[in-house]
């Protein structure tokens, strides 16, 4: 069972909403990914951090999306204003970071935008 | 750009051993191969991972090509909860960040 929590499982919005989804990463991990893959099983890399420091982002999550890993706190993915297109299953993963670079995942938070 | 290229599905039967390929043609010296497998409502599983030698563990054996260009997840006596999608990834740290680059996977399917 993976230790690393997405909630919420499913979101469901209407174009132009919000849609915001939380990831609290497994204990003592200080790196965050997070993914977003599509109904062809593909895969895109949207944003990671190590601790509170965005470390490498697209240009998609730089002007839609607005993420953040505060310290004490769920990281958290929020979509500014949802498109059809951003329905998908987004996935968290955290890991130890240096050289331990096992990604542990979440179960995800599918995101269906009407 | 995709880094690994897999076969879309592969079908066994319980019992058998489950060869799945993955080709990495442009696989610099610094980059691992991952596996993972994901089943549906849940998010990938860590299954093994290897840089140059093969590796083995209680779930999978991974044999990895001497020039590193392609590496194969064997799967010795699949069952029912083997059943599902396979990513082959690579992990570069080219950047100085360590990112994932994951391909599509392939689906295996397991017959009883």
């Known amino acids: 069972n993976s230790k690393v929590i997405q909630t919420p499982r499913y979101l469901v919005k209407g174009q132009g909403q919000k849609a915001k989804m939380r990831c609290i990463p497994e204990?003592?991990?200080?790196?965050v990914f997070w993914y977003q893959q599509n109904k062809n099983n593909e895969f895109k890399f949207l944003i990671n951090?190590?601790?509170?420091?965005?470390?490498?982002q697209i240009d998609m999550t730089e002007k839609r999306f607005s993420a953040e890993c505060p310290s004490n706190s769920p990281c958290s993915l929020e979509i500014q204003s949802s498109e059809a297109g951003d329905s998908a299953l987004y996935l968290c993963a955290s890991s130890l970071g240096g050289g331990q670079n096992t990604l542990y995942f979440g179960a995800g938070t599918r995101l269906s935008v009407l | 750009d995709a880094k690994t290229t897999q076969p879309d599905s592969m079908e066994s039967t319980e019992g058998e051993t489950v060869h799945l390929p993955c080709s990495h043609a442009?696989?610099?010296?610094?980059?691992?191969i991952y596996w993972y497998r994901q089943v549906p409502l849940q998010g990938p599983e860590y299954v093994t991972h290897g840089l140059q030698q093969n590796t083995t563990n209680s779930m999978a054996f991974l044999a990895i090509a001497s020039d590193r260009k392609s590496s194969t997840l064997i799967l010795p006596h699949v069952s029912l909860r083997d059943a599902a999608v396979y990513h082959c990834?690579?992990?570069?740290?080219?950047?100085?960040?360590?990112?994932?680059?994951f391909g599509k996977g392939t689906s295996l399917t397991v017959i009883p």
């Open positions: 951090f190590q601790n509170q420091e965005v470390l490498q």
């Open positions: 442009t696989i610099s010296g610094n980059e691992y």
């Open positions: 204990k003592g991990h200080p790196v």
């Open positions: 990834i690579l992990r570069t740290d080219n950047t100085g960040y360590q990112n994932f680059y």
